[in-house]
């Protein structure tokens, strides 16, 4: 048997994250080396999980597959393809930056009892979430991928509503309300749209008799499974609620604003930068995978929810007073982008979709970090609070600034090549859409700029005349991300590289051939 | 009645008597119950005859032997194939030795066992004059706020009646499950009630609260005992015999051979639909099924912490053993009548419960209200009418009772003056004060919510992949949606203990004694274990998923 990378990529971070959460209270310190250092392992475990890829090869690879539940038909079955590696190479790299990020966050207060380890918690949920993120990104057995997306909920949910940010207008005691008032939304709509799509599990069981993503597909390909057109519907209709859900796609996105407005930035950018990611994921993997059919039947509606979701989110961030909404719209819009690409069913579409969810981590990082170094020194999310931030730190401004062209996608930043891509494939098929979604573009550089303007430029605020600049921990956070979406803004071959083959592989699942206009004018 | 049915009547009893052997007794596949049973009469006898300062120590030492014993009788019995290949009928066709009943047994004594910790432990309540005490009334028959009562407790007296009681209400358990006739169910099901309406009245704090809970239940008790019975005597004039084969034998209409006495009424629908439904309605009862869960809210909140723990998981496990049987050993014949009556049942349960609790603020009415839904959950098992529905119902009780347990075991861990503190309020920034403690009851909250990885979902799972099996997928899109709604008050407090401010007067947490260490331990680990390797429960569910006819 050969060495069980992937299980071992994910059970790090989950030892490491009773390891952390086992160091005793007084050693507050050591908690957060420790939870570094697991990280910075986990990385170097992603990584060889990338090197050890072929792109050219099988299509799930480094495979391991064990008995688990056999009553269930469940096994313990991983696999990565493209997207898969993709996702868990970003999973792993965002970590240890957000890690760094939230070096101070979770010091407690004023020490309660002697039991009391916020630190050690505050680190070992984050290192819980990576454990299972991971897991989902390289579950290829339907059930074993529900049990992480579900089971993710609970640490995010403590990340929430345990840890906000320091200074708050309205003190401790609302914020306190607010930040449980958002961690419950946040998991009542998860656990929601979780049950819904427990309900589809259930009735996949019942016509497939097991959970295998591979044997479903091969037995659906065969023939020997049939599933009636209104079975896969529903089926289908399930699965994509409670990705929806946690994409979050328009109408059902309304629990992510509150959540990254009242988390602290790195559990903000953990949100929406690592778990949303795999919403988006698994309609690539699941609903296209295991129900082409409906997937084809939904698309008209689903692409005019994305292109709703992309608008919407873009309008509202336009009219954000907090900072953090404002990002947290300008995600929503982003990930109607991804949805979108997804769904055109070209291959142009979903490659920029896959390659976006890389990029859009980076780039939604990168500001996002940014922004919550901002909040941390002056004590508050509101744009009116500040003003000619640029002249008294003009570093923390200009990664600011690049963060924020990386989000309204500026050629030679890397989002840029994968919304072009998206809106490439999606204009091949359905022109119209296409042409509409651009407008989120103009929007994206509406909210980013005036946000920039207010906030860095024109005269100085006296309570931000003070204002430190970068930190060594924090130039050491952003730098990194900075340098990686220009390096794949210019460059963005070894992603596509990787993501292509896989790409090829879900059109191929969905039947899906690109369109050629010139075949058809011949017609 | 004809004249000429009386007096057949008449002849058939007047039969010789020295045809009646002496009964054939299988004692070997009887003794757990037996032992138990029997551990009971010691129980007893020490209460009489052992000095009251040593009571203590030899029930505790009498119970946890003859529990652990048992257990291991019926690990025997199951190892030496009753449960699978040598199942069968003994006693003269009173009990049956099957699968089922030995799986059900082997959870009821688990269960017993560590809830008999609990009722054991003597670390939380403040000494009184010198003197430990648990969390049972001093003197029983004192009258609250007496002088008596008050004479009783600086004697420092302790109610160790309650466990020969717990081991009387254990027995009756064993055999409910396990009754293969309409009368030893019924006696079955009044030994393990009595004791339960006792222990229920024998709180050591709000007494009066815990009277009326007792008398509560022992009223309402006593109704759905009186609608079993009725039902028995209807189904015996519908079938001639009380036994379950017979019965199911008539309404398969592969009967041979009519009591000439019962002529007249054998065979007819309106005795068969309104005495099943009158013996149903009973076992429903003990269930805490909608409509008939009135009595759970407040007899969970009345009696001894310690013994609604027990109470909750022990009966539910019975009676669902019994209801199973019933359900699928005598009516499976006419399932088409049962099951749309069955699927209403478990439709409000499920909903019923999950939203009445919604708007609870005492924590022992709140899991009283979640433990209604968990029957709503259970019965869409039930209603799958498949062996994998049998085998599923069996994984969930025996998850769900040591999530039970060990969650009423940390209610009694929260105290302030005034003895537990339920009010939800108090729990604020529990998780603040107590990680651990918090942490351990969120363990247990989880479960309840069916999030994976604990035990709750691999039930949650089983029971609905076996409903959606047997053709009732509405049943389970309702159970999804009754439990997302259930997520809502579980993870409320959740919310309560780990993000809201402590109060200053808040409830402190007493530190136990190894006990009920044991059993939340024991619970977590059930928990955990079953969530994360069901496998080898889920094969022995699975195996013992096969009632003997």
Redesign the interface.
Same mark, same amino acid.
Request: aromatic letters at 16%; charged letters at 20%; zero cysteines.
């Given at each position: 048997m050969s060495f069980p990378l992937l299980t071992v990529t994910a059970a790090l971070p989950a030892l490491g994250a009773v390891a952390t959460a086992a160091v005793p209270a007084a050693r507050r310190t050591a908690a957060k080396w420790l939870a570094l250092v697991v990280s910075l392992a986990t990385l170097a475990l992603a990584i060889t999980v990338l090197v050890r890829f072929d792109p050219g090869g099988a299509r799930y690879q480094l495979t391991e597959s064990h008995a688990w539940i056999a009553d269930f038909g469940v096994r313990y079955e991983l696999g990565v393809d493209g997207i898969g590696v993709a996702l868990v190479a970003l999973t792993a790299l965002l970590i240890p930056f957000i890690i760094l990020a939230g070096w101070h966050d979770a010091d407690p207060l004023e020490t309660g009892s002697r039991r009391w380890r916020p630190t050690q918690g505050f680190f070992a949920l984050i290192l819980a979430v990576e454990a299972m993120v991971v897991l989902s990104f390289e579950a290829t057995d339907v059930f074993l991928f529900y049990i992480f997306f579900e089971a993710m909920l609970i640490p995010m949910y403590f990340l929430i509503g345990g840890f906000g940010d320091r200074a708050h207008e309205h003190g401790e005691e609302t914020a306190s309300t607010q930040r449980s008032y958002a961690a419950v939304k946040f998991l009542l709509y998860n656990l929601v749209g979780g049950l819904i799509m427990l309900a589809a599990v259930i009735g996949l069981y019942v016509v497939a008799g097991n959970f295998s993503l591979q044997e479903i597909a091969h037995a659906r390909a065969t023939g020997s499974l049939h599933m009636a057109t209104s079975t896969e519907r529903w089926l289908f209709l399930g699965f994509f609620f409670a990705f929806a859900v946690k994409a979050p796609l328009w109408p059902l996105h309304t629990w992510l604003p509150n959540a990254m407005q009242e988390s602290t930035a790195p559990v903000a950018v953990l949100i929406t930068a690592v778990v949303d990611k795999v919403g988006t994921f698994a309609m690539l993997r699941f609903c296209l995978g295991l129900f082409p059919e409906a997937s084809k039947w939904a698309t008209p509606v689903i692409l005019v929810l994305a292109l709703i979701s992309i608008l919407y989110g873009a309008l509202l961030a336009v009219g954000q007073r907090d900072i953090k909404r404002l990002v947290a719209y300008a995600s929503i819009s982003h990930f109607g982008f991804i949805i979108m690409g997804i769904f055109a069913m070209t291959s142009q579409g979903q490659s920029g979709a896959t390659l976006y969810m890389v990029n859009h981590g980076l780039s939604t990082a990168a500001l996002l970090l940014v922004v919550g170094f901002l909040i941390s020194r002056r004590g508050s999310r509101l744009i009116a609070d500040y003003g000619g931030v640029q002249k008294v730190a003009p570093v923390l401004a200009g990664t600011f600034l690049i963060g924020g062209l990386a989000t309204l996608s500026l050629p030679g930043l890397a989002p840029f090549v994968s919304e072009f891509l998206v809106l490439v494939g999606t204009f091949t098929r359905y022109p119209a859409i296409g042409i509409v979604a651009t407008l989120g573009i103009v929007l994206a550089a509406l909210y980013v700029l005036v946000l920039y303007q207010r906030t860095m430029t024109g005269p100085v605020k006296p309570q931000v005349s003070a204002m430190p600049d970068l930190r060594v921990r924090e130039l050491v956070v952003v730098a990194p991300l900075i340098a990686l979406l220009i390096f794949l803004g210019v460059y963005p071959k070894p992603v596509t590289d990787i993501v292509n083959p896989a790409v090829k592989q879900t059109m191929s699942d969905v039947h899906k051939k690109d369109p050629k206009p010139e075949v058809e004018a011949a017609k | 009645m004809s004249t000429a049915a009386v007096h057949s009547l008449w002849t058939n009893a007047a039969d010789p008597i020295a045809k009646i052997g002496a009964p054939k007794i299988e004692y070997g596949q009887l003794s757990p119950t037996l032992i138990v049973l029997g551990a009971a009469l010691v129980g007893v006898l020490v209460e009489a005859f052992v000095p009251r300062k040593s009571r203590y120590y030899a029930q505790v030492f009498v119970s946890v032997v003859a529990l652990c014993a048992a257990f291991a009788a019926v690990v025997a019995l199951a190892s030496d194939g009753y449960g699978t290949t040598k199942a069968h009928i003994a006693a003269m066709g009173a009990i049956a030795v099957d699968g089922p009943s030995l799986f059900l047994q082997g959870t009821i004594l688990l269960a017993a066992l560590v809830g008999l910790f609990t009722f054991a432990e003597r670390r939380l309540d403040p000494a009184a004059h010198g003197n430990r005490v648990d969390s049972f009334a001093a003197q029983a028959a004192s009258v609250p706020g007496s002088d008596s009562e008050q004479a009783a407790v600086k004697a420092g007296f302790t109610t160790t009646e309650v466990f020969p009681l717990l081991l009387f209400a254990v027995g009756g358990m064993l055999v409910f499950p396990s009754a293969n006739d309409l009368l030893t169910l019924f006696v079955a099901l009044e030994v393990f009630s009595l004791p339960l309406y006792l222990l229920c009245a024998l709180a050591r704090r709000k007494r009066l609260m815990s009277q009326e809970a007792a008398v509560k239940y022992f009223l309402l008790g006593a109704f759905a005992s009186a609608f079993t019975l009725f039902g028995i005597a209807l189904l015996y004039g519908y079938a001639g015999s009380v036994s379950y084969g017979r019965i199911a034998q008539v309404v398969d209409g592969t009967v041979t051979g009519i009591d000439p006495a019962l002529a007249d009424t054998m065979g007819s629908d309106a005795l068969l639909l309104i005495g099943g439904a009158m013996i149903v309605m009973g076992l429903l009862f003990k269930v805490g099924a909608v409509p008939f869960h009135m009595w759970t809210p407040d007899v969970y909140q009345g009696a001894p912490t310690p013994v609604t723990g027990f109470m909750a998981a022990a009966t539910k496990v019975a009676a669902f053993g019994a209801l199973l049987r019933l359900l699928y050993v005598v009516l499976p014949g006419m399932r088409w009548d049962w099951r749309p009556v069955m699927w209403a049942v478990a439709i409000i349960t499920m909903l019923g419960g999950a939203i009445v609790a919604i708007t609870q603020t005492d924590i022992k009415r709140l899991l009283a209200y979640s433990s209604i839904a968990h029957a709503g959950f259970i019965l869409a098992g039930v209603i799958a009418t498949s062996k994998d529905g049998v085998s599923s119902v069996l994984f969930y009780l025996a998850g769900y009772s040591f999530v039970t347990i060990g969650a009423f075991a940390v209610v009694t861990l929260v105290r302030d003056a005034g003895g537990e503190a339920t009010h939800l309020s108090k729990w604020a920034g529990l998780g #603040?004060?107590?990680?651990?403690v918090a942490a351990v009851f969120a363990v247990f909250l989880?479960a309840f919510a069916g999030?994976?990885?604990t035990s709750g979902?691999?039930g949650k799972?089983?029971v609905?992949?076996a409903a959606?099996?047997g053709g009732a997928?509405p049943l389970?899109?309702i159970g999804?949606?009754s439990?997302?709604i259930a997520?809502?008050f579980y993870? #409320?407090v959740i919310?309560l203990m780990?993000?809201?401010?402590p109060k200053p007067e808040g409830p402190t947490v007493a530190v136990p004694s190894p006990l009920t260490m044991v059993a939340i331990g024991v619970g977590v680990a059930v928990t955990l274990v079953l969530g994360v390797a069901?496998?080898y429960f889920?094969?022995l569910a699975?195996q013992a998923g096969v009632f003997v006819r």
């Open positions: - | #603040r004060r107590s990680p651990l989880l999030i994976p990885l979902f691999a799972f089983a609905f992949k959606a099996d997928a389970v899109v999804v949606i439990s997302a997520a809502f993870i #409320r919310v780990f993000f809201s401010e069901p496998q889920l094969d699975s």
